[in-house]
């Protein structure tokens, strides 16, 4: 076993997409997940930025409360109104619908995913994100809200860094499912020094398990 392996525990997959944020690389990434997920035996389908930490306890206790043989959409949307855009079909015309973003994280139901195939499925997300001209989750969103007009359930305990992070309380760091960070737009939060974990999300990782051996040097308040 190699020591990517080891450190991964097999779940590094080469997508083999460009490393590049753009429009193309972000929905062949998309796609890859979308199908490994489909070829698994797995109830939900989970999508998480790289700069997100994930509270996977709060998250699975959470996801409990959904049939995932029903077609559920849960996110939070990084805008307040409807994405618009030109309708390809109709020139002239516009179509809007709702996105939950990477940034904050989304969850799909296996019954949900089943009936995105013909739009998502084999790396059709690709296809249809070139249609729209839009990236990963905006395409997953016109697939879901507009193709299939499944609504998204809006989740505030999805966070990404497009809102004050310093307004979550601290004590409610338990019931928070994804949190971001950008810069100085961080989770106020007591613990490690912002030179030595400037994400903060070291400290909140701490907070959600002192027993750690490696929390133990966390300043306490």
């Known amino acids: 076993m190699s020591v990517g392996s080891i450190l991964t525990a097999d779940h590094f997959i080469n997508t083999f997409c460009a490393d590049s944020h753009y429009r193309q690389g972000l929905c062949c990434k998309m796609a890859r997940e979308y199908d490994i997920f489909m070829e698994s035996e797995k109830r939900w389908f989970c999508h998480v930025d790289d ?3 994930v509270n996977v306890p709060a998250l699975v206790g959470f996801l409990q409360q959904y049939n ?3 077609n559920w959409y849960l996110g939070r949307p990084s805008i307040s109104h409807p994405m618009e855009v030109l309708d390809r079909a109709n020139p002239g ?3 809007a619908f709702w996105f939950a973003t990477g940034g904050a994280g989304f969850c799909i139901s296996r019954g949900l995913a089943d009936k995105m195939v013909p739009h998502a499925g084999g790396g059709r997300i690709m296809t249809t994100g070139d249609i729209i001209r839009l990236p990963d989750d905006c395409t997953v969103g016109y697939i879901i809200n507009h193709l299939l007009k499944v609504p998204l359930t809006k989740i505030k305990e999805f966070h990404s860094h497009l809102e004050g992070l310093h307004r979550i309380p601290q ?3 338990s019931d928070q499912l994804t949190l971001s960070y950008f ?3 961080v989770i106020d939060v007591k613990g490690y020094s912002h030179e030595n974990d400037p994400t903060r999300f070291k400290t909140v ?3 959600l398990y002192p027993y750690l051996s ?3 040097d966390m300043p306490r308040w």
């Open 183 to 185: 810069n100085s737009n």
């Open 93 to 95: 015309q516009k179509l």
């Open 171 to 173: 004590h409610q760091l």
């Open 205 to 207: 990782h701490c907070h």
């Open 214 to 216: 490696q929390c133990v």
């Open 51 to 53: 700069d997100n930490y």
């Open 68 to 70: 995932h043989s029903d």
